[in-house]
């Protein structure tokens, strides 16, 4: 099994909600990633665990939380979002790091009205 | 300046043609990574390369250490090899820092 799940494909929220995203992957992987991607720009990268442990937060706004309960599941936590973070929010893989080959995730297209 | 800058970032061929994409990089590097994006968002990943040369199917990527440049070949190129191509640079153990990516569209 070499795929990565994400839910929900797609989510609208208000600004005063809070929500969350989920990512999972069973190929034993012990890096997981969350990107941002804007329509027509590369990814950026928000947040990287490695262990379960959070090891890379690429100065993201809190109201981003990230959490990764087990090796195979991450989530991200939403909560008082602004219409600007309205994107496509990607989660992969890798089997240790960045010099290993990464898995995507489809995407959670995110709008926030 | 970026990081990594890819060109061209548009590229339109006609069917059969050979396609290159050029990706050059400023930071050192644990490894190079070549990912293809179609329209609706999946990223699938091509190729990740440290040194030389790979080849899948109609798909070939190298890369020069030295010069800090690596390459995207496409032959016999095909409408549907049409997507948005991006490079990558493994920065450190954890970090990709990705080009602006190349937008190719294959005419029949």
């Known amino acids: 099994d070499t795929e990565v799940t994400q839910t929900p494909k797609h989510l609208v929220m208000g600004m005063t909600n809070k929500k969350s995203l989920k990512c999972e992957q069973h190929?034993?992987?012990?890096?997981m990633y969350w990107y941002k991607q804007k329509a027509k720009k590369p990814p950026e990268l928000m947040f990287v665990?490695?262990?379960?442990?959070?090891?890379i937060n690429e100065s993201v706004p809190s109201r981003f939380s990230p959490e990764c309960p087990n090796s195979s599941l991450l989530n991200l936590h939403l909560h008082a979002l602004q219409p600007e973070d309205s994107a496509l929010y990607l989660c992969?893989?890798?089997?240790?790091?960045?010099?290993?080959?990464?898995?995507f995730g489809p995407g959670t297209r995110l709008t926030v009205l | 300046k970026n990081e990594v800058e890819q060109s061209p970032q548009n590229l339109t061929a006609q069917e059969g043609e050979f396609i290159t994409i050029n990706c050059s990089y400023s930071?050192?590097?644990?490894?190079l990574h070549w990912l293809q994006q179609h329209p609706g968002g999946g990223i699938v990943s091509l190729f990740m390369?440290?040194?030389g040369k790979k080849k899948h199917g109609r798909l070939i990527a190298t890369i020069n250490i030295q010069e800090k440049h690596s390459s995207l070949h496409i032959t016999a190129s095909h409408p549907r090899d049409s997507a948005v191509y991006i490079c990558?640079?493994?920065?450190?153990?954890?970090?990709?820092?990705f080009g602006q990516g190349t937008r190719l569209t294959i005419n029949p």
């Open positions: 190929m034993g992987h012990r890096a």
């Open positions: 665990y490695s262990y379960e442990k959070l090891s």
């Open positions: 990558a640079a493994a920065q450190g153990a954890q970090k990709l820092v």
């Open positions: 930071v050192g590097i644990s490894a």
């Open positions: 390369l440290s040194s």
């Open positions: 992969a893989s890798s089997q240790l790091g960045a010099g290993d080959t990464q898995y």
